[in-house]
């Protein structure tokens, strides 16, 4: 009987062995993807996005430093995102896209009086906090900061309820959705990534 | 009444169908959802193979540590209204500074517009300048309603840049200010804007030729 335990230790030690390298091998092949990819927008001199879904981080880069990184509090998706290579940010959408100020010419010359001095310009604050990204892949990402009271539950019913039919029919149509939800624990990081990710920035998702 | 019957037992299967098009929905979609992102899974590499892969991950690793600047660079983050000096990934000097307001302003005869953003991207120092004098462009004239000179000599004024410059192209400068209360605001026409004591700093560290980054 204890032959047989030992037996049976040894064969699932075995098994378990041979199938932490088998990943291993193909943790390896996936980073040299990631890298390939990464080392083509490296080469640019621009800027590009590194969403690493697996580790909840998204990172601003260029030329290979990091010079930006945000921690996601959480993330959920729909449908069945495939992200073999670059993807491009083609639009950003908010309900409330924040407004420039323009300059009636003459006025600056009452502003320089520090008294009645009142800064009007396109600030961080004034970013949104909720707002869509949609990608040349089709991949749709909604970027929010963690919402409570009836905006929550407005966001937890179009997600619960709106998304799943409108994937249902889609999927009908051949055309299945790919949405990603990111939400941040701050405010104030969904408003940084409004004002960094500009329409054009390259990225990859993995 | 056999009506009412009827439209209460209209009502409540389009209630069911309703209830089954989201449940079906929703199911399809989670099975859709558990399989993403997927798992690392499969011999996707022959053993022989193996250390090749290994070979290439570290030759693309060295590629990509190749192409980040040697010595220091700046890093400017116009939202946060930051600078920073940096040596690999080491912040050497990091300061307040002011970026640009956004604000749009258009020329009266409605032929010229100009939107106040800093620039973003990737730049290098220009020009190096102690003691600079701003050579007021159009933009200066038009936003205080004053008519442009036709005179260069007029544009010429001292002091409102500070001690030092640094040119970045264009017409763009990291420079000192007057309004040290507004730093970490976003104010400027483009430039950014630095106190005293940091620019002073800065541009004892940086060399001609640093590249900078704006974001």
């Given at each position: ?10 064969l699932?030690t ?9 990943q ?10 990631e890298l ?6 490296a ?11 697996r ?12 010079l ?9 998706f ?30 600056a010359?009452?502003?320089?009086d520090?008294?009645?001095f ?35 539950l ?10 799943p039919v409108?994937n ?12 990603l939800?990111?939400?941040f ?19 990859l998702?993995? | ?13 389009a ?19 558990v399989?993403?992102p ?24 060295r ?7 040697r ?67 159009d933009w ?21 840049l500070?001690?030092y ?23 400027t ?7 005293d ?8 560290i ?10």
């Amino acid at each position: 009987m204890k032959n047989a335990a030992r037996w049976i230790l040894v064969l699932l030690t075995a098994v378990a062995g041979a199938f932490g390298q088998e990943q291993d091998k193909a943790a390896l092949v996936r980073t040299q993807q990631e890298l390939a990819a990464e080392s083509d927008l490296a080469k640019e001199p621009r800027f590009y996005f590194i969403l690493d879904v697996r580790r909840k981080n998204l990172e601003l880069r260029v030329k290979g430093m990091t010079l930006r990184s945000w921690k996601l509090r959480s993330m959920r998706f729909w449908g069945k995102p495939a992200f073999s290579k670059t993807v491009q940010l083609v639009r950003r959408s908010t309900l409330n896209p924040p407004q420039r100020n323009v300059i009636k010419p003459g006025e600056a010359a009452t502003a320089k009086d520090p008294a009645n001095f009142e800064l009007e310009a396109l600030e961080l604050k004034d970013m949104p906090r909720s707002f869509s990204l949609e990608f040349d892949n089709g991949l749709h990402v909604s970027v929010r900061a963690e919402n409570s009271g009836l905006r929550g539950l407005a966001e937890e019913f179009a997600w619960y309820g709106v998304l799943p039919v409108r994937n249902f029919f889609r999927s009908r149509n051949g055309k299945p959705m790919s949405e990603l939800e990111l939400k941040f624990e701050n405010e104030k990081d969904a408003q940084a990534i409004y004002w960094i990710f500009f329409e054009g920035i390259k990225g990859l998702v993995y | 009444m056999w009506w009412r019957r009827l439209i209460v037992a209209l009502l409540a299967m389009a209630y069911l169908e309703v209830l089954v098009v989201v449940g079906v929905s929703y199911f399809s979609g989670l099975k859709q959802a558990v399989v993403w992102p997927p798992k690392v899974e499969g011999a996707a590499v022959a053993d022989k193979d193996v250390l090749r892969v290994q070979r290439n991950i570290q030759g693309l690793q060295r590629r990509i540590a190749s192409l980040q600047p040697r010595g220091v660079y700046i890093v400017v983050d116009t939202g946060e209204n930051r600078i920073y000096v940096k040596k690999g990934n080491e912040v050497v000097r990091q300061a307040v500074v002011s970026c640009g307001s956004g604000d749009v302003l258009q020329d009266p005869t409605g032929k010229r517009k100009w939107v106040f953003d800093t620039p973003r991207g990737e730049f290098y120092v220009k020009s190096k300048i102690t003691n600079p004098y701003w050579v007021k462009p159009d933009w200066a004239f038009i936003e205080e309603g004053e008519p442009i000179p036709k005179n260069p000599d007029d544009r010429v004024e001292a002091g409102s840049l500070g001690d030092y410059a640094l040119g970045f192209g264009d017409g763009f400068f990291i420079h000192g200010t007057l309004y040290t209360r507004l730093l970490g605001r976003n104010v400027t026409h483009g430039c950014v804007r630095v106190g005293d004591d940091d620019l002073k700093e800065i541009f004892k560290i940086v060399p001609l030729g640093t590249k900078i980054y704006i974001y």
